[in-house]
């Protein structure tokens, strides 16, 4: 059998994260989540002067496929591509997107596909996540749901509350107070980070750190009028450590978990182009990292955060690395707590971790996020020459994934990333 080829990643946009409330609508509210993700795609294609028809497949990302969401990667393929490009639509919860490039990467190391853009959306405008804390009554709200036919995102099978609590498998919060207990990280510590990730977002918009990252999309606001935006819209720069602590636990009586630090829903869309090596070169293109290590990883789903731990350490195995090699951490904010549980259990340097802030004020577009760590970090390692990367996400009911990445000297050639 031929050895794997070696794939790498030529590209990674984004479109900003709208704020996803129905209270107080993001300026990508009216927008629908196929819409998003067919600009994004539509920009690569642009960035990297690929003829569409050479792309293999698109696979899209969301753990919310039904309605307006239903099939993304087949329905993203129709719209950007001829018919015979491949669509995949994935779900692995908060992975999926993830999970989208694990697949194409496995088949390019085959032989199977050549070019692949893997890629997310999701519009939590239109697809909120309910709220649960730790004494809501799991099944009078399911009984309600079917009862009033509010039954959309459908509902598990009453027979795994027999195996889990039902607050541990919907309920994030829950999940996110059960593992700060678990490593005893302090509300202080939680706070703290969250008042690190906003003001280093908000100072990564001053230098313009997103500037390649983020296409410039047109949004709508509340007064009705219409602008292009190239932020996301949650990032609040005046944050301060006093507003953190006076907000309340919201999960769990006495608890630590509050709403900043906590991940926002959003509105977005992002992807990413992947190759074989061979043939980037052959079409002159730059690659951004190549991908040395990738793996998922499952857990209890009451610490579901700890699964983007898990996730690292396999990837981490399979390379042949130490995380002391790893010279950039990204891995998704759901939680405050799931870095500083990385942190703390693999001995990461705090400074390599989420250096242009995350998800607790980026924004967390659920189907999104998975591809956007990936993205994030290795437009990230470019700009400072770093080696090695690591990014991961952690997913509802107890799943995540992570990727290790390498960035090589490189031929010459077309960097579309700085398109």
């Known amino acids: 059998m031929a050895e794997p080829r070696e794939v790498v990643m030529v590209d990674f946009a984004r479109t900003p994260f709208g704020r996803g409330s129905s209270k107080k609508p993001g300026f990508f509210s009216h927008m629908r989540g196929d819409d998003l993700a067919t600009m994004v795609i539509e920009k690569l294609l642009r960035r990297t ?13 969301s753990p919310n496929q039904t309605g307006e969401q239903a099939n993304p990667g087949r329905s993203v393929s129709l719209l950007t591509c ?9 779900d692995r919860a908060c992975t999926s997107s993830m999970a989208g490039a694990h697949f194409v990467i496995m088949a390019m190391q085959l032989g199977l596909e050549d070019i692949a853009i893997s890629g997310g959306y999701e519009s939590c405008s239109h697809f909120p996540i309910p709220f649960f804390t730790f004494d809501t009554d799991m099944e009078a709200m399911m009984e309600e749901a079917i009862a009033t036919g509010a039954v959309a995102r459908g509902l598990p099978n009453p027979k795994l509350w027999e195996i889990v609590d039902p607050n541990a498998m919907i309920g994030m919060g829950v ?42 999309t047109e949004g709508k606001f509340a007064d009705g009028t219409v602008k292009t935006v190239d932020y996301d819209e949650d990032v609040r720069p005046d944050s301060t450590i006093e507003k953190l602590r006076s907000l309340p636990a919201i999960y769990k009586e006495n608890g630590t978990v509050t709403a900043a630090t906590s991940s926002k829903q959003s509105d977005g869309a992002g992807a990413a182009v992947f190759m074989p090596k061979e043939k980037a070169r052959e079409l002159g293109l730059v690659p951004m ?36 090699d790893i010279d950039l951490w990204e891995t998704n904010e759901a939680f405050a707590v799931v870095p500083l549980v990385l942190i703390k259990d693999l001995g990461i340097d705090h400074e390599k971790m989420n250096v242009n802030g995350d998800a607790l004020c980026i924004g967390h577009p659920i189907g999104v996020s998975g591809i956007r760590v990936v993205g994030t970090l290795a437009h990230e390692m470019n700009r400072r020459g770093s080696r090695y990367g690591m990014a991961s996400i952690c997913g509802g009911f107890g799943q995540g994934t992570a990727m290790l990445v390498e960035r090589e000297e490189y031929w010459d050639g077309h960097r579309a990333w700085l398109s």
Not at 49 to 61: F, Y
């Open 49 to 61: 002067k690929l003829d569409k028809a050479m792309i293999d497949e698109i696979t899209m990302g």
């Open 289 to 324: 990292v190549t991908v040395r290590s990738i793996a998922w990883a499952a857990c209890d789903p009451k610490t579901m955060g700890y699964s983007a731990t898990l996730a690292s350490k396999q990837a981490l195995e399979r390379s042949g690395l130490s995380a002391g």
């Open 82 to 90: 001829p018919f015979e490009t491949r669509g995949l639509s994935v």
């Open 175 to 216: 999940t996110a107070e059960n593992l700060a207990e678990m490593f005893n990280i302090s509300r202080e510590q939680q706070d703290q980070w969250a008042l690190r990730s906003n003001l280093r977002a908000a100072a990564a918009y001053r230098e313009g750190k997103f500037k390649h990252e983020i296409i410039p």
